[in-house]
């Protein structure tokens, strides 16, 4: 029976469930050496994040409930990428959205996708990017509104890919029976949903068929588990590898794609269904004309987005007839 560990973004053990307490530690132990020192810094999120400010319209920073100026715009962006690639992911796209709507934009992070789901719930952000997996979640729970999504290679789809390290002799899944396995986050399509529908297929599920399951919280820190040998294997998103992998970074080049899944709908911009429509409007109308604008094309191009596009929920079917809880063997 596998044993599930799951490590916060700063790559600290939560409780570890029907574990095996030697392996548990020696997990402990390599984290400690040899990942935590590769993490980028400012990854702990049980501390306020510096405040960064880029221009008088953009603001960076983790928010405490209740102190955000009535004119300044939340938008959350989900932890598929650690918050330190996330910062230089997002912020130049974040900086054109503030200037455009001529108002300060605060982004928020939170450790979970189910945290950003709650703030949107809750109202508590105007808008956000969320995953796959996310979006499906709370569109069913409380009409999770789509915004825009992202057109990637001509289409606003997207993959699960399966990887090991570079050097490994693992040449498909079922090579991977009895070994380490990371997760990225419970919500997530690509990174548990899909890989769990992979295993359906194959007869199997992940306490059945890993010695051991970790989430990792992000993407790329499933990239770099693999990349250091912290584990054998893991299902990411398509998106972040092949961006990471673009620009030449160590821990894609260290590992290899094994498995492609079927393609699901993209990861999109969404909003709670009673947000203000004139900022609704608003903040569709930028992201579907940036890729109008010289500089717009620029910033688009370097995080690999073509542009934006109004998409209809149906886009997602594939990815909700897979969400964790509904696959069986």
Same mark, same amino acid.
């Given at each position: 029976?596998a044993?599930?560990?799951?490590?916060?973004?700063?790559?600290?053990?939560?409780?570890?469930? +029907? !574990?095996?307490?030697?392996?548990?530690?020696? =997990?402990?132990?390599?984290?400690?050496? $040899?990942?935590? &020192?590769?993490l980028?810094s400012?990854?702990?999120r049980?501390?306020?994040?510096?405040?960064?400010?880029?221009?008088?319209?953009l603001?960076?920073?983790?928010?405490?409930?209740?102190?955000?100026?009535?004119?300044?715009?939340?938008i959350?962006?989900?932890?598929?990428?650690?918050p330190?690639?996330?910062?230089?992911?997002y912020?130049?796209?974040i900086?054109?959205?503030?200037?455009?709507l001529?108002?300060?934009?605060?982004?928020v992070?939170?450790?979970?996708?189910q945290?950003?789901?709650?703030?949107i719930?809750q109202?508590?952000?105007?808008?956000a990017?969320v995953c796959?997996?996310?979006?499906?979640?709370?569109h069913?729970?409380?009409?999770m509104?789509?915004?825009?999504a992202?057109v990637v290679?001509?289409?606003?789809?997207y993959?699960?890919y399966?990887i090991?390290?570079? +050097? !490994?002799?693992?040449?498909?899944?079922?090579? =991977?029976?009895?070994?380490?396995?990371? $997760?990225t986050? &419970?919500?997530?399509?690509?990174?548990?949903?899909?890989?769990?529908?992979?295993?359906?297929?194959?007869?199997?599920?992940?306490?059945?068929?890993?010695?051991e399951?970790?989430?990792?919280?992000?993407?790329d820190n499933?990239?770099?588990?693999?990349?250091?040998?912290?584990?054998?294997?893991?299902?990411?998103?398509s998106?972040?590898?092949d961006?990471?992998?673009?620009?030449?970074?160590h821990?894609?080049?260290?590992?290899?794609?094994?498995?492609?899944?079927?393609?699901?709908?993209?990861?999109?911009?969404?909003?709670?269904?009673?947000?203000?429509?004139?900022?609704?409007?608003?903040?569709?109308?930028?992201?579907?004309?940036?890729?109008?604008?010289?500089?717009?094309?620029?910033?688009?191009?370097e995080?690999?987005?073509?542009r934006?596009?109004?998409v209809?929920?149906?886009?997602?079917?594939?990815?909700?007839?897979?969400?964790?809880?509904?696959?069986?063997?």
């Amino acid at each position: 029976m596998a044993s599930t560990i799951r490590i916060k973004i700063q790559m600290k053990l939560f409780p570890v469930m +029907n !574990s095996r307490i030697p392996t548990a530690w020696l =997990l402990l132990f390599k984290f400690v050496f $040899f990942l935590v &020192p590769l993490l980028y810094s400012g990854c702990d999120r049980k501390e306020e994040a510096p405040r960064i400010s880029l221009t008088d319209n953009l603001i960076i920073e983790r928010p405490q409930q209740g102190n955000t100026p009535p004119d300044v715009i939340n938008i959350a962006i989900a932890a598929m990428i650690s918050p330190q690639e996330t910062y230089v992911s997002y912020k130049a796209l974040i900086k054109i959205v503030s200037e455009k709507l001529g108002q300060p934009i605060k982004i928020v992070q939170r450790k979970t996708y189910q945290e950003v789901n709650d703030l949107i719930e809750q109202k508590l952000i105007d808008a956000a990017f969320v995953c796959t997996g996310a979006y499906v979640t709370g569109h069913d729970k409380f009409g999770m509104e789509l915004l825009v999504a992202p057109v990637v290679n001509d289409a606003p789809l997207y993959y699960s890919y399966i990887i090991v390290n570079k +050097n !490994s002799n693992f040449k498909d899944l079922e090579a =991977l029976e009895g070994h380490k396995f990371a $997760f990225t986050d &419970p919500m997530s399509n690509t990174g548990h949903s899909a890989p769990i529908k992979m295993l359906a297929g194959l007869d199997q599920s992940p306490e059945n068929f890993f010695s051991e399951t970790l989430f990792t919280y992000s993407h790329d820190n499933s990239i770099k588990a693999v990349a250091h040998k912290i584990v054998d294997g893991a299902a990411v998103d398509s998106l972040v590898w092949d961006y990471l992998n673009k620009k030449g970074h160590h821990d894609t080049l260290m590992t290899k794609i094994i498995l492609k899944s079927s393609p699901y709908g993209i990861p999109p911009v969404v909003v709670h269904p009673e947000t203000d429509r004139s900022l609704k409007k608003k903040l569709a109308q930028i992201f579907l004309e940036m890729h109008n604008s010289e500089t717009g094309r620029k910033i688009l191009q370097e995080i690999m987005i073509e542009r934006f596009v109004e998409v209809n929920d149906d886009i997602y079917d594939s990815a909700r007839k897979i969400s964790t809880g509904t696959v069986r063997k």
